[in-house]
């Protein structure tokens, strides 16, 4: 989509709705996830503990819902994948021999860490996790509770 991301209708809500736009009543909610929601199994070990790491923060912050789960996930397999890039990057260095021509190249591994990179910045955005995007989140509304005469 081109332009301005959308603001949160919550927050258009809380401030007036300057821009007199008509405001999303069928707008989905989800539950805020618990600081201990399972990482999934088919997980490498590393996404998995960034998964715990994160969990913790953004169910700390309210930020986080069910909905969010899947893109928590590619967040922290793209973590895993830097990490793994980065070290071969360390140990072999950005540039490599071709190995058909002998000629310097740009190693593979740096690509892939500056892909799972720009990955991480992407969906870090999403999640409030830059001081820019950080100012754009608000909290979810924990769910109302029904009285017994409902």
């Known amino acids: ?13 809380i ?10 009543k069928d707008e989905p909610t989800a539950p805020c996830i618990s ?6 199994d088919h997980m490498p070990p590393l996404a998995k ?3 715990v790491h994160m969990v913790g923060m953004l169910s700390g912050a309210q930020v986080i819902t069910e909905l969010d789960l899947h893109g928590l996930e590619l967040y922290c397999v793209a ?12 140990e072999l260095g950005t540039i490599v021999k071709s190995p058909k021509s002998g000629y310097p190249v740009q190693s593979p591994y740096f690509a892939i860490a500056n892909k799972s ?10 999640f409030g996790l ?5 100012s754009r ?3 979810v509304a924990a769910p109302k509770k029904k009285n017994a005469f409902e």
């Open 1 to 13: 989509m081109q332009g301005r991301k959308p603001k949160p209708t919550k927050l258009r809500v």
């Open 15 to 24: 401030q007036g709705n300057p821009g007199k736009r008509p405001i999303n």
């Open 35 to 40: 600081p201990d929601t399972p990482a999934p």
């Open 49 to 51: 503990e960034c998964w």
């Open 79 to 90: 973590y895993q994948n830097w990490r793994d890039a980065q070290a071969k990057v360390i």
């Open 117 to 126: 990179h720009e990955q991480m910045v992407k969906l870090a955005a999403e």
């Open 130 to 134: 830059t001081p820019t995007s950080r």
């Open 137 to 139: 989140v608000t909290k």
